[in-house]
């Protein structure tokens, strides 16, 4: 079953994308084809939109809207299709909750743009980069340390912390000298608390070296194994909490290592 | 007005929460205290939470759950405050919009695990940091290329860009050379439709810079304004659509530059 599914808002349209997929979750049957129409805000942008979907086939679309002004509200809930104006509902049931009327305007929901916020997230990233793949000296500053093989999964995850979190994540590889002497790499023994291990399917982790370096023994699914098992040792030995990334996406590992290290961070 | 809001999820919760930040922006006036509580996906941890919120004030908060399960809802349903289940009611919408009945599982809406999806993210993450900040030769294989001055926000948008919608990114720094010449970067020349230009307050950025090398000639606002006239002036001589990124959230830009340069792709 093919079904059109179409996310409007006057802002970016990540909240109807975001929902949206939460919600497709939930109908695995449905072949859905996406569609985001962002920054819908002006009337005849509006408009405009609505004649467009008028021509186009596929009246049976789905339509989240998320849209602030009630202008352009009224336009899209005309839209043809079928309309869930989950944001007016929603506000409706804060403005209940809270006994007061909303404001109208198009919000800055996503990344706060209060130059503090803003900063802290810089920084994340700044911080990240630099202690990307067991660069960098000093750990003092960092929230988290996340330990693993190549390729399994650290550098995406320490970017999406420090994007979505403004969590200063570093990230150290494992790598034979450490499975040699099963000790914890000295550099890391002074930030025990702060440390995360990825662990990964050895076979999805030979599928993605083989991608970077065809027929290496790097890549081979014998190394991967012998270094995914010593990986797990060192993380058992010394009591690293640790989680299989390989059926799980960076936002999981991301929110899970917050959980876990109980990091409270608001996302951005 | 000082008020709790929760977001409760069996998930990670960023569904909850970016849902949540968008509301809160039509309530300016209310000081929110944000709490998120992710991974609730027992009926013991969702008893365990609401023992644990009995024994604190705040019976007035309101809590926005998005919760897959069945029986941990009910639950949840019961916890002191005002609770929006607005997961359960967008998928009753969505269901008989579908005539398909929900599956109850907590579903993996973000990230998508799709190993070949996540490939595609992998693939530009690395693309991003290889192309950062003018490094890499070759933009064949960009999709899009940043160009604006020093801290004008080009990495942490072409990360964005990679993490979230698995497009390739590269940036490139313009400096003092390309403004005496006045003349578009030989390296960029061939790929005029792949760009697009950052620019930034002055102001704003001075502060920036100053935060990164305090005293700097680098960072005194006389340079800034400069560098930024200069910059906007190139933008404009060679048609570049740009976008003042001052007030502008990560996401904002984002999403500005997908729309412009109408690069159609789903958000993960």
Redesign the interface.
């Known amino acids: 079953?093919k079904?059109q599914i179409l996310f409007i808002s006057d802002?970016?349209?990540?909240?109807a994308?975001?929902?949206g997929?939460?919600?497709?979750?939930?109908?695995?049957?449905?072949d859905f084809e996406?569609?985001?129409y962002?920054?819908i805000d002006t009337a005849e942008k509006a408009e405009e939109l609505r004649q467009q979907l008028l021509q186009q086939p596929g009246d049976?679309r789905?339509i989240l809207l998320?849209v602030?002004n009630q202008d352009i509200r009224k336009t899209l809930l005309d839209l043809p299709g079928?309309v869930?104006d989950?944001?007016s509902?929603?506000?409706s049931?804060?403005?209940k909750?809270?006994g007061?009327a909303?404001?109208?305007?198009v919000?800055?929901?996503?990344?706060?743009?209060d130059?503090k916020a803003?900063?802290r997230?810089?920084d994340a990233?700044n911080y990240a980069?630099t202690f990307d793949d067991g660069l960098g000296r000093d750990y003092a500053e960092a929230d988290v340390i996340l330990v693993g093989v190549s390729r399994s999964g650290k550098?995406?995850t320490c970017?999406?912390l420090a994007?979505h979190f403004g969590v200063k994540a570093a990230n150290y590889p494992l790598t034979e000298n450490d499975f040699d002497s099963m000790n914890l790499p000295s550099m890391l023994a002074p930030w025990k608390d702060k440390l995360f291990g990825l662990s990964i399917d050895p076979f999805?982790l030979a599928?993605?070296r083989e991608?970077r370096k065809p027929g290496s023994s790097y890549a081979k699914l014998n190394t991967c194994r012998m270094e995914v098992q010593f990986a797990e040792r060192l993380f058992k030995r010394y009591r690293i909490p640790f989680l299989n990334t390989t059926?799980?996406?960076?936002?999981?590992i991301?929110?899970?290592i917050?959980?876990v290290l109980k990091l409270?961070k608001?996302?951005?």
């Open positions: 079953m079904r802002g970016t349209g990540i909240t994308e975001t929902l997929h939460s919600l497709m979750t939930q109908f695995p049957g449905v996406e569609r985001r962002a920054f049976d789905l998320t602030a079928q869930l989950i944001f509902f929603a506000v049931w804060m403005s909750a809270l007061q909303p404001e109208q305007h919000g800055h929901a996503h990344g706060m743009v130059p803003y900063q997230r810089i990233i980069l550098t995406p970017l999406y994007l999805r599928q993605i991608a059926e799980t996406s960076i936002e999981e991301s929110a899970k917050l959980s409270e608001p996302l951005y």
